[in-house]
């Protein structure tokens, strides 16, 4: 059997080889501590588990959804955005739902590139921009987040070449995976360079719902212009703890959102339509995400106190689920991981899986329950040299 050169170009999913070694060491009876993927632990909202439970006893819900998404959930999303971020939507032109964050942001590569073509994609970055891209047979131009800069790519540095083959510049913020914030005026120059260059923007907000200490994250279409030149992928599944149930949404540009809709028309056929009911519940309580990022803010304390404590001077995220730490001396960030797992049977990411430029940190998800976390963070200390 003969797999697609495309196909053979990508490197393993991270977390699918984490969690073929969790198996493994749980299957020998480990205990393991797995700060490895972003997957919230408490339930989904009662209340939008009931609307779920609702919804689906309602025949009319059984059928094939309509592409386009039920009418109701359209209007959340306007609804929210509205509200939240000041942004008004057409809910007929400017809002797709999508099967969560990852299958937008895939297919996005499907609509928009060809093979000679590039998609900007940050690095360190969420794997899907740079995957999407090589299934696609296009390339992705990698762009180092700057520490200096607050870990954004700096956009005067991106060669000329790939600038004009550019079709998609992919952003994230809160950023997956250093928890870093966009500085004030880095959507403004995002926009000019999408303009100049004729790049949909593409900005990825599946954490602006999940922030700390006041900080209120922003959306990209807030800013002046950034609905003719971009996109924000919206997802419910951290804010509201609703990994599993797949919803989120393409908002912005109508061209973009058609172009992405007659894709998915012959891709996959919706999403069943209680589970979108459900999302309106979602999106119409503000309480969830609050108090979500309450807990977040807890266990992100936790870890930076943790590290503190061992010298291991981070500062803390503003948002996002995880914390960004550097890998101490000797340690390359695979090696690490590795030493840590063994050691003290806890799962942290290798930073260098992100990109090369993540190389030198490990990522810890906030995922796990305080009492869990500050027994990981325990059990940390000994490999951190504490
Ligand atoms: C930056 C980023 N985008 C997208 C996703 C995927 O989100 P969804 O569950 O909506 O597909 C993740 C998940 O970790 C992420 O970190």
Excluded at 247 to 266: D, F, M, P, Q, S
Excluded at 303 to 331: Q, S
Excluded at 368 to 376: G, S
Aim: glycine share 10%.
């Amino acid at each position: 059997m003969r797999t697609s050169a495309r196909l053979d170009r990508l490197p393993p999913y991270l977390f699918a080889q984490l969690e073929r070694k969790i198996a493994e060491k749980q299957a020998a009876g480990v205990d393991v501590i797995s700060l490895g993927i972003g997957d919230p632990d408490t339930p989904t909202p009662g209340v939008v588990v009931r609307a779920l439970a609702e919804a689906a006893t309602d025949p009319g819900t059984h059928r094939y959804p309509s592409n386009r998404g039920r009418a109701e959930l359209r209007q959340a999303f306007a609804d929210f955005y509205a509200r939240r971020f000041g942004v008004e939507l057409d809910v007929e032109r400017e809002i797709v739902p999508a099967l969560g964050a990852k299958e937008c942001v895939f297919n996005l590569n499907i609509a928009f590139l060809d093979p000679d073509s590039v998609a900007l994609a940050a690095d360190p970055g969420y794997p899907v921009y740079t995957g999407g891209p090589l299934l696609t047979g296009a390339e992705a131009v990698l762009m180092p987040l700057v520490p200096a800069l607050g870990f954004v790519p700096d956009l005067d540095a991106i060669p000329a070449d790939a600038l004009e083959r550019a079709r998609l510049i992919y952003l994230n913020y809160p950023n997956n995976p250093t928890g870093a914030v966009v500085p004030d005026g880095y959507f403004e120059r995002v926009v000019e360079l999408a303009r100049e260059h004729d790049i949909l923007a593409v900005h990825d907000a599946s954490y602006t719902e999940t922030t700390f200490d006041g900080y209120v994250a922003p959306s990209f279409l807030e800013t002046p212009g950034a609905k003719e030149v971009g996109v924000e992928v919206f997802s419910l599944s951290k804010g509201y703890n609703m990994t599993g149930w797949r919803i989120g949404a393409l908002v912005g540009n109508a061209e973009a959102c058609e172009a992405y809709w007659k894709l998915k028309t012959n891709v996959d056929s919706g999403m069943f339509e209680a589970v979108q009911l459900a999302g309106v519940a979602a999106l119409n309580d503000a309480s969830i995400a609050r108090d979500m990022s309450a807990v977040y803010q807890r266990r992100r304390d936790i870890v930076i106190d943790a590290l503190r404590a061992i010298g291991v001077d981070v500062e803390p995220p503003k948002g996002t689920i995880y914390v960004w730490a550097p890998v101490p001396d000797g340690h390359d960030s695979a090696s690490y991981c590795e030493h840590v797992l063994e050691e003290s049977a806890v799962v942290i990411s290798p930073g260098g899986a992100y990109g090369p430029n993540g190389e030198g940190f490990f990522r810890i998800s906030l995922t796990v329950p305080d009492e869990r976390l500050a027994e990981a963070m325990e059990r940390l200390r000994g490999s951190l040299g504490g």
